[in-house]
């Protein structure tokens, strides 16, 4: 291409990749590198909290030998952490198992419905993500606490016995988590289903195949990539997530965003929060890994 | 196939009533006369007013739109040259690093997004406060700001660009007269998207601010934590309003602008 000769021309260009590549660098790439370099370092009271190990790139030997590893092994020491690690993948886990049975039939509905109501339930799909999140979730505690809506309306339609006392429970966490990354599950697999040839189906059910056989090998191994792009849109924040358990959650509840939270905020440990931040990202790698698989693939098939 | 099945109409209807019945409740009762939750006292505007009296709020609520505005506006920028990078220049050194540095904030956890960014400003002794804030958004925002704008631009007819140069025009003219017109409706898109989420971000902004740079989410943060009050529900109503108002608006400005195109 003649536009590249010109010097200014290539200057132009030069600086198109060259802004954004600056800006992530310095405010991207850098911080990163400093919460490394936070986590293997003292907590110290001054301020700032803590006293660095590694002075500039001339001690990187000197820096490798005295590592400060403390961090780490206080986070495999302790159980609060490697439980709470666990407790946030497990309610990861369950919250992605919850919105994709109750996205996949809505996904499919939506999907099924004649074209021209398409773009509307979408539209409602995604309106509720455009408010904000907090208010979402604060929406919640006033149906879930003590003499909320849930215990009102359910002694009003007669239910004798205790109240639920849902709010500061594990229900309420896993409620709270489906419904704000529940839109995260339906858009994908929306694509996924919308795209889908149903004259596979119609094949199928000449064929002699049921509409559950039907569904069970055509149509889910097809939505397949819909269901892992989801499932890691949802689990992957799901893991890090601090307001729902903070807010709905009880002291029963700790996930580890809210760890991370309080060792910055409350204990003002920062090189611990680091640490606390480094091992996350390290659980985060393989579901990180599966949703480039799925968008990969959902490419390939484009 | 385009017939619901009973079943598949009690999906639609399930799935949309777990998505709004709590933001409805939400909104009946900012319309209720009496401060108890449970018990309907009549329709009143009273907390409404009693917010427009609530001053911190309100100093918040300004502060919120001046720091999503300034933020989006420069996630905007950043994003889209991002985009044009990312689908125009072919190869350039570091391009992987370069993909993975923009999407790469749309997946990090927020808590670990504002301690890295908060480390980056302690360490280089910046004071914190609505600029500290403003760079944070504007960084986590320009990944989603890229990619509404890298899909429309993959979708153009490239041939327009050319034709611009082959008559001469130079890169920055073809951008400007051919380019960015077309791309407009996402760059619009991009902006409403950076707004939000800036307007939406509690986490990272409790992270990077500094002494008075309290933002709208971190005020309503702190009242929700003492409790569910009448006036947090008017404050959240007049939010989802305004937000449903622009949606709407939206979709109508780019639905004319598809049948004008069209």
Known sequence: MSAASSPRKAGLRRLVVAVPYLWLALFFLVPFVIVLRMAFSQAATALPPYAPHWEGLAQLGDFLSQLDIANFSLLGDD??????????????????????????????????????????????????????????????????????????????????????????????????????????????????????????????????????????????????????????????????????????????????GKVLWNEFFSNRDWPLASAVAVVLLVVLVLPLVLLQRARLSREMAA | ??????????????????????????????????????????????????LMQNQPLLDAAWLSIRLGFVSATLATILGTLAALALARHGRFIGR??????????????????????????????????????????????????????????????????????????????????????????????????????SLDDLVIASFTTGPGATTLPMRLYSAVKLGVSPEINAACTIMIGAVAVVVIAASLLLKREQLAGS
């Open chain 2, 1 to 50: 196939m385009s017939r619901l099945g009973p079943g598949l109409i009690l999906a639609l209807i399930v799935g949309f009533a777990f998505l709004y019945l709590p933001i409805l409740t939400l909104i009946a009762y900012s319309f209720n006369a009496s401060r108890l939750v449970t018990v309907w006292g009549g329709f009143s505007t009273h907390w409404y007013g009693a």
């Open chain 1, 79 to 256: 159980a609060l952490y490697w439980q709470s690690y666990l407790y946030s993948l497990r309610i990861a886990a369950l919250t992605t198992i919850f919105a994709l049975a109750i996205g996949y039939p809505l996904a499919y509905a939506m999907a099924s419905a004649p074209a021209r109501w398409r773009g509307l339930l979408l539209v409602f799909v995604i309106l509720p993500f455009w408010t904000s999140f907090l208010i979402r979730v604060y929406a919640w505690i006033g149906i879930l606490r003590p003499e909320g809506l849930l215990d009102t309306t359910l002694a009003f339609l007669g239910f004798e016995g205790e109240p639920l006392r849902l709010l500061n429970t594990e229900t309420a966490v896993l409620l709270g988590m489906v419904y704000s990354y529940l839109p995260f599950m339906v858009l994908p697999l929306f694509a996924t289903l919308e795209k889908l040839d149903r004259g596979l189906l119609e094949a199928a059910a000449d064929l002699g195949a049921t509409p559950v056989t039907a569904f069970l090998t055509v149509t889910l191994p097809l939505s397949l990539p819909g269901i892992l792009a989801g499932s890691a849109l949802v689990f992957i924040p799901a893991v890090g997530e601090f307001v729902i358990p903070d807010l709905l959650g009880g002291p029963d509840t700790v996930m580890i």
């Open chain 2, 96 to 197: 992987t690093l370069f993909s993975g540095m923009v999407l790469a904030p749309l997946v990090m956890p927020e808590v670990v997004t504002g301690l890295s960014l908060l480390l980056l400003f302690v360490a280089a002794d910046v004071e914190r406060g609505f600029w500290t804030v403003t760079i944070a958004h504007a960084t986590f925002s320009l990944g989603f700001a890229c990619i509404v704008v890298q899909s429309r631009l993959a979708g153009f007819d490239r041939s327009l660009e050319e034709a611009a140069q082959d008559l001469g025009a130079t890169p920055f003219v073809t951008f400007w007269t051919v380019t960015l017109p077309l791309i407009w409706p996402a760059v619009v898109a991009a902006w409403m998207l950076a707004f939000t989420l």
